[in-house]
């Protein structure tokens, strides 16, 4: 493996995206018949010593959980009509080119005609030369460093593989630097904080994420490196939950998405554009006390938000807030300086508050410029 001048006025602002449901039912999530579950760990290049801690730790999950297990690494399963016996295909620290272009076909219209497929690992350092793959995956390997402790984000604490963690979390494993951010095309679940390790080269870092692809769902994790992750329950029950959703048996509650931009009032802020940004734009020129309204967007039901952000300035706080730009505080977040206006980082937090009219977020901090938003979520 490689080692590698402002405006203080009310305005009405352009809607550019709100996005809806991500999940496969509207209802919470429901007990499934039972289901098979293929295990894929054939290797062509650098091979984990924790594979088979890794599939009997899924062997266990699945007893427990009504769902078999078959481990293979015989590629030769990947056909059309062997592959239709299973809900979901986990992609244990695979690595190299491990199918045939005929298997590449069989996986591809498996996954677009329902399939799930769960990446762990070293799936990201794999079939390098099938876009498709990595289409699926999310984004490849790049580098690593050292095996260390590192302070983990989560940003979704509504998806199955994370409903069970905090806001934060800490843990020790092989942190992947990936060639490219997969933000802009998945939903990212976890991201690592940079600060408190040595060797991220990504900025905005994310290590596990989900998406829908054609008809099917991808889950990813960049951690299991290590055999201790497979006794570690927080690491099993995050691995469990990704083989649920990918296999369709639970449901992912509602995600709004929203760009920074898309404001319907404000006060003092404006739109700043940013090649590195979602659209090329920010929710920029922020100051102490200034706001942005979007009554686009309810607080009805959301626990938690997330928020893209740099700063190039003094950094400081969001206040995540219910019908008007005094209305109820939901929740709070700091947002740190990311050592420039094109370095965007995620800050997240879980809403405590009722809320029930449109969102309005606010601004506070010290003197001067304080940060950009890109784009932020409720879930």
């Known amino acids: 493996m490689t080692t590698f001048t402002r405006r203080e006025s009310l305005v009405t602002?352009?809607?550019?995206?709100?996005?809806?449901?991500?999940?496969?039912?509207?209802?919470?999530?429901?007990?499934?018949?039972?289901?098979?579950?293929?295990?894929?760990?054939?290797?062509?290049?650098?091979?984990?010593?924790?594979?088979?801690?890794?599939?009997?730790?899924?062997?266990?999950l699945g007893a427990a959980n009504g769902f078999t297990v078959t481990a293979t690494e015989d590629s030769n399963v990947f056909t059309a009509s062997q592959l239709a016996a299973y809900k979901a295909v986990v992609f244990l620290s695979t690595t190299g080119d491990i199918l045939t272009a005929a298997q590449q076909t069989a996986f591809e219209g498996y996954i677009n005609g329902?399939?799930?497929?769960?990446?762990?690992?070293?799936?990201?350092?794999?079939?390098?030369?099938?876009?498709?793959?990595?289409?699926?995956?999310?984004?490849?390997?790049?580098?690593?460093?050292a095996i260390q402790q590192v302070t983990a984000r989560v940003?979704?604490?509504?998806?199955?593989?994370?409903?069970?963690?905090?806001?934060?979390?800490?843990?020790?494993?092989e942190l992947y630097n990936y060639s490219t951010n997969p933000r802009p095309n998945v939903r990212v679940l976890i991201n690592l904080d940079e600060s408190t390790y040595s060797g991220g080269n990504m900025g905005d870092h994310p290590i596990a994420w989900y998406h829908s692809q054609g008809s099917g769902r991808s889950f990813y994790t960049g951690f299991g490196h290590t055999i201790e992750s497979y006794s570690n329950q927080p690491f099993r029950q995050h691995l469990l939950g990704g083989i649920q959703y990918a296999a369709g048996v639970v449901a992912t509650p509602p995600v709004t998405s929203v760009e920074g931009e898309a404001f319907t009032s404000q006060f003092g802020v404006q739109v700043a554009g940013h090649g590195g940004a979602s659209g090329g734009q920010t929710l920029g020129y922020i100051d102490n006390g200034d706001w942005a309204g979007y009554s686009q967007v309810s607080t009805a039901g959301k626990t938690s938000f997330s928020a893209r952000i740099s700063s190039g300035g003094a950094g400081g706080t969001i206040r995540i807030r219910s019908g008007s730009a005094t209305g109820p505080v939901l929740g709070t977040v700091a947002v740190p300086v990311t050592g420039g206006w094109d370095n965007f980082q995620t800050v997240s937090t879980t809403l405590t508050g009722s809320g029930s009219g449109p969102l309005f977020l606010t601004f506070s901090g010290g003197s001067g410029s304080l940060f950009d938003v890109d784009s932020f979520t409720l879930s």
């Open 114 to 145: 329902g399939g799930g497929y769960v990446g762990v690992h070293a799936a990201a350092d794999t079939e390098y030369g099938w876009p498709w793959y990595g289409q699926l995956v999310g984004a490849w390997f790049h580098s690593h460093p």
């Open 13 to 60: 602002g352009a809607l550019l995206l709100v996005g809806g449901a991500v999940g496969l039912k509207p209802a919470a999530a429901w007990a499934a018949a039972p289901y098979q579950v293929l295990v894929f760990s054939k290797t062509a290049g650098f091979r984990h010593d924790s594979i088979p801690a890794g599939i009997q730790a899924i062997r266990e």
């Open 155 to 173: 940003e979704d604490r509504t998806h199955p593989s994370t409903a069970h963690l905090g806001t934060t979390w800490v843990r020790t494993d």
